[in-house]
């Protein structure tokens, strides 16, 4: 295992559960209740964003031809834990637990019905 530990670094890198293209429900704010799926995993600041959700309203200014400005919508970075991972079985959010296979490889199963979640 890696020491996690760097010098002139502050911030902790927790390791988190979700991964991006997960599929996740958001339990919690604006977008309760809505799933979508990961686009990134913010692990410095705990965050993730996640696809068509948490929407903001940007307003950019024109940079020229091929970004002409105005209101664009974009998706806004939400915390990490108002978010779970969504299982297809259950049709629910659930819990992850993390298991060492017989190869040592882990793997992410749902805590409620064990289904494998975001083999890759
Ligand atoms: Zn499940």
Redesign the pocket.
Known sequence: MASAKRAGKTAVKVKYKIKKNDMVMVVAGRDRGKTGKVMRVLRERGRVVVERLNIVKRHSKARGAGSPGGIVDKEAALDISNVMIF??????P?RVGVKAGDDGAKSR???????A?GND
């Open positions: 299982c297809d079985r259950c049709n629910a659930v199963n749902c805590r409620r019905c064990g289904e979640i």
